[in-house]
Nanobody, 125 residues
Framework: QVQVVESGGGSVQAGGSLSLTCVAS????????????LAWFRQVPGQEREGVAA???????TYADSVKGRFAISRDNTKNTLYLQMNSLKPEDTAIYYC???????????????WGRGTQVTVSS
């Protein structure tokens, strides 16, 4: 029902900032992205994918403890776009960041139906 594509990854030094963007494109005219829950996950090779931040269709948000106070998730329903502003980045934030969407589920568990291919974020010390 929805295709998601991430962008905005890159390399930054510790303490710096990066902003990620995810565009969610409906496959059919009847699909309304504004009704979907959206989230950011990240994964380090060899480790499980973990939830970073999520926002539901009424803009309720939740964050992993490791990023609270440093990351901010937001959405622009007029552009079908999800954002993740990452500040005070640490080397341990280095990972591939994935965007996810689901019509029903939300939160930081991997129950989302639609996933992007990911964008690399590298934080050097």
């Amino acid at each position: 029902q929805v295709q998601v594509v991430e962008s905005g990854g890159g390399s930054v030094q510790a303490g710096g900032s990066l902003s990620l963007t995810c565009v969610a494109s409906p496959r059919y005219d009847s699909v309304r992205v504004r009704n979907y829950c959206l989230a950011w996950f990240r994964q380090v090779p060899g480790q499980e994918r973990e939830g970073v931040a999520a926002i539901d269709n009424v803009r309720r948000t939740t964050y992993a403890d490791s990023v609270k106070g440093r990351f901010a998730i937001s959405r622009d329903n007029t552009k079908n776009t999800l954002y993740l502003q990452m500040n005070s980045l640490k080397p341990e934030d280095t990972a591939i960041y994935y965007c996810a969407a689901d019509r029903v589920n939300w939160g930081l568990l991997r129950r989302y139906q639609y996933w992007g291919r990911g964008t690399q974020v590298t934080v050097s010390s």
